[in-house]
């Protein structure tokens, strides 16, 4: 274990009341440049494909096929497409208000040649254009915390609790507020030795914003559905996961195979970085499918 997160660990056990929230400035992410940093992100070994391939496989592994599943602030569309690729007997439609993230979702998806993925326009904290009990599976990756306050989230929850059919499957992935700005600042500065500025930056806000892990855990108790987990990684509650439990079927052969072909590409650091987070969450309760 480094130093530095020693050192964060050590704010982290010390530190009397949590952090106060400091909502984004940005809340909607639609600024050109934006959407180029953010998206580069979720490109090949970039800062992002590591997770992404996590949690497309944490979420492949809840799917079936014929399953109609919705991903919560779907961004630039990088991780969505990922998962349609591994899943093509699934239908995908991801949600988010930024049109300029949503154009570049698309025109990815179609390069890909993608067929059962589309996205909209909309507020991820209604879903008002989507009808009661219509989703077999909710996800999102790393979109909440983009929402504005408290009261944002309850609503959130509250739509994913109608769309979502009884028996459906959620997977929902989050930062967590830390105690401290020391310790914010920590794993900022871990981010900031490899990635650009303005990743930095976007880093250090986003932990900011970040929502308390009670805000969730009382979410999850206002869903009332039966099998809901909550996990955070070990140390600090860096990395927050609500979800519905893995199930007893094995993993499709293609899921494993498109995985495993993924994480050979990433670089020595990135392989690290990825095996870092498995380990975590691992610890934290949240096994990993494979």
């Not at 930062?175 to 794993?187: D, N, P, Q, Y």
Request: glycine share 6%.
């Amino acid at each position: 274990m480094s130093v530095a997160i020693v050192r964060a660990v050590l704010h982290e056990a010390f530190k009397g009341r949590r952090a106060d929230r400091i909502p984004e400035t940005e809340l909607v992410m639609n600024a050109s440049q934006t959407v180029a940093d953010y998206s580069s992100c979720g490109d090949q070994d970039g800062a992002l494909y590591g997770p992404y391939l996590y949690n497309a496989l944490q979420v492949s592994a809840r799917l079936k096929e014929g399953d109609k599943a919705i991903d919560l602030g779907c961004g630039s569309g990088r991780l969505l497409n990922i998962i349609a690729q591994w899943n093509p007997a699934v239908e995908f439609i991801g949600v988010d208000l930024a049109p300029a993230m949503l154009d570049a979702a698309r025109q990815q998806a179609s390069k890909l040649g993608l067929g059962n993925v589309t996205y909209r326009s909309g507020d991820f904290s209604t879903l008002d254009d989507f009808e009661t009990s219509s989703a077999d599976a909710v996800i999102s990756s790393m979109a909440l915390h983009h929402l504005p306050d408290r009261s944002a989230l309850t609503r959130c929850f509250s739509a994913i609790g109608r769309v979502l059919r009884a028996d459906g499957t959620l997977y929902l992935m989050d930062f967590g507020r830390l105690r401290s700005m020391e310790a914010i600042e920590v794993f900022v500065s871990l981010v900031a030795r490899t990635e650009s500025t303005a990743l930095s930056e976007d880093y250090r806000a986003s932990l900011k914003a970040a929502f308390l892990p009670t805000d969730f855990a009382d979410e999850v108790v206002k869903l009332d559905r039966v099998g809901i987990e909550l996990h955070r990684t070990i140390i600090a509650p860096l990395v927050i996961v609500v979800s519905t439990p893995l199930p007893s079927t094995p993993l499709r052969p293609s899921v494993v195979t498109a995985y495993r072909r993924a994480v050979q590409t990433l670089s020595r650091s990135r392989q690290s970085e990825l095996n870092q987070l498995r380990l975590f969450l691992k610890l934290g309760g949240l096994a990993a499918p494979l």
